[in-house]
Antibody, heavy 118, light 110 residues
Framework: QVQLQESGPGLVKPSETLSLICAVS?????????WGWIRQPPGKGLEWIGS???????YYNASLKSRVTISEDTSKNQFSLKLNSVTAADTAVYYC???????????WGQGILVTVSS | QSALTQPPSASGSPGQSVTISCTGT?????????VSWYQQHPGKAPKLMIY???KRPSGVPDRFSGSKSGNTASLTVSGLQAEDEADYYC??????????FGTGTKVTVL
């Protein structure tokens, strides 16, 4: 069974960098699929942030592209998200998920709430 | 890349059917047969209910069905049950390995 688990700081100061890791079990991220990040501000809808394909190809939401970096660590079977220059508008629950490539997201982590506040 | 448009709310009595629309553009919903639907209960992660417009993942009841016409996709929940009360989001592939989600619909079982 594929399982994903997000981890990282729950509180980030404005203008700093948000860093999260998604640990994957039950499937090797180097075996296929893409791996993505999606966020959900409190009480609002879902927003796709970006995805990574094994080997390093990355795809980002145009609205966040200038601030986002997604990378992989195949030795640890995990991938990560970095979002720099954060503001209060970046406060959200951040989910990692398996991306079926040009299709849908079939396995999701439980989500992690990240609050941007001084 | 604007969010797909969904009605804020929908409701039905147990046993009835409810249909949720998801309107996009010629660059997303109309262009690709890669519309998916997610169910989200409060405080939980979204769950994939429909992919590729009308396909159901293993374990999803056949009460859930999807369709598409032009730039509008739809999710129908037949035989409504109490546990179907949740938020539902559509999503579409939008080209160049990008995705767009819908605004979300809260389904209430009366």
């Amino acid at each position: 069974q594929v399982q994903l688990q997000e981890s990282g700081p729950g509180l980030v100061k404005p203008s700093e960098t948000l860093s999260l890791i998604c640990a994957v079990s039950g499937y090797s991220i180097s075996s296929g699929y893409q791996w993505g990040w999606i966020r959900q501000p409190p009480g609002k809808g879902l927003e796709w942030i970006g995805s990574i394909y094994h080997g390093g190809s990355t795809y980002y939401n145009a609205s966040l592209k200038s601030r986002v970096t997604i990378s992989e660590d195949t030795s640890k079977n995990q991938f990560s998200l970095k979002l720099n220059s954060v503001t209060a508008a970046d406060t959200a629950v951040y989910y990692c998920a398996r991306d079926r490539i040009q299709d849908s997201f079939d396995y999701w982590g439980q989500g992690i709430l990240v609050t941007v506040s001084s | 890349q604007s969010a797909l448009t969904q009605p804020p709310s929908a409701s039905g009595s147990p046993g009835q059917s409810v249909t949720i629309s998801c309107t996009g553009t010629s660059s997303d919903v109309a262009a690709y047969n890669y519309v998916s639907w997610y169910q989200q209960h409060p405080g939980k992660a979204p769950k994939l209910m429909i992919y590729e417009v009308s396909k159901r993942p293993s374990g999803v009841p056949d009460r859930f069905s999807g369709s598409k016409s032009g730039n509008t996709a739809s999710l129908t929940v037949s035989g409504l049950q109490a546990e179907d009360e949740a938020d539902y989001y559509c999503s579409s592939y939008a080209g160049s390995n990008t995705y767009v989600f819908g605004t979300g619909t809260k389904v209430t079982v009366l």
